[in-house]
Structures are given as C-alpha cells and as structure tokens.
C-alpha cells in the first residue's frame, strides 16, 4: 500500500515559489530531522520521493501542523523510567513485552514495558507545528516548490 501512495498522481496546483530558495527553507527548519537523497536526519520520515507522494495540499497541511496521523514508525510516545525520568522519541517497533523508541538523538533503543513506569502514545507529533508565525506563507511556497521536485534518489547524482 506505500508503494501504491507514492504512485499517486499529485495535484495540477500552478507552480508557485522557488525551489533554490525552497531548499534554503528545508535545509534550515527540516534536515535536521529528514532525509532527502541520502543527506539528513532520521527522525522524520525520508521525503526524497515526496514530490510523487504527496499534493500541495497535503503538505501544506502537514507543514502546518494540521494533519493529526501519523506514519507508521513515526508514532510519538512518551516512555516514564522507573526514576521518573520521560523519555521522548517516535516508535519504531512494539509488541505485548517491549517497545523500541528512536530518541531526539537518533538512537534506538529497547525498553521492557514491565520495566518501565509508562509507555504512553503522545497525541502530539514530533514534527514541530510551521504556523505563519514561523514559516511565512512565500517560504511555505518556496518550500513546496522544493519538496515537489523531489522525486526519487538517484545514486548517479553527486551530492
């Protein structure tokens, strides 16, 4: 089914923005916790086929903090040590004894659920929420711009 989503033909929205000062955008406020083509975080999902994923106005929505899913092995969860200590990250795996996170520093770890105090999903998405405030709506369409021309790794291409 994931792979049937990134056939999806997206919207014919016009063109609007900059893709050179899109990827500005994304380097700044996204690659920190995405990887495009190879380059980047793993905390986020990898968005080098985004542009064949997803509409304009999905993520627009998502930027935007307005989609309330989330992708499976980018669940938030919210672990409580026994000391009290929480521990925050996205799920990555869980079954009736364990649960693996990956933490902010993008380390995977394993946890006992009989060892720890809680493992609560968070409602709340890792990514943080780009309102207009942050994110003004023409890097928002420049960031678009970028996004859409990301279409699929390709190997032969020298970063």
Do not use: W
């Not at 929505?61 to 989330?70: A, L, Y």
């Not at 493992?119 to 207009?132: C, L, R, Y």
């Amino acid at each position: 089914l994931a792979y049937l989503k990134t056939m999806a033909t997206p919207a014919t929205d016009a063109p609007r923005g900059s893709s050179v000062a899109g990827a500005g955008v994304f380097n700044t406020n996204c690659l920190a916790c995405h990887r495009v083509n190879g380059r980047g975080g793993r905390l986020g999902p990898d968005l080098s086929r985004i542009g064949v994923a997803r509409t304009r106005a999905h993520m627009t929505r998502q930027i935007r903090g307005e989609v309330p899913d989330f992708r499976t092995g980018y669940e938030p969860v919210v672990l409580t040590a026994p000391n009290g200590q929480q521990i925050q990250g996205v799920k990555k795996n869980e079954d009736l004894f364990s649960v693996q996170i990956m933490d902010a520093r993008e380390r995977i770890q394993g946890y006992e659920k009989d060892k720890v105090k809680a493992v609560e999903n968070s409602k709340k998405s890792a990514m943080p929420t780009f309102g207009p405030d942050r994110l003004s709506d023409s890097d928002l369409d420049d960031l678009l711009r970028y996004l859409d021309t990301l279409r699929g790794f390709n190997p032969a291409v020298k970063q």
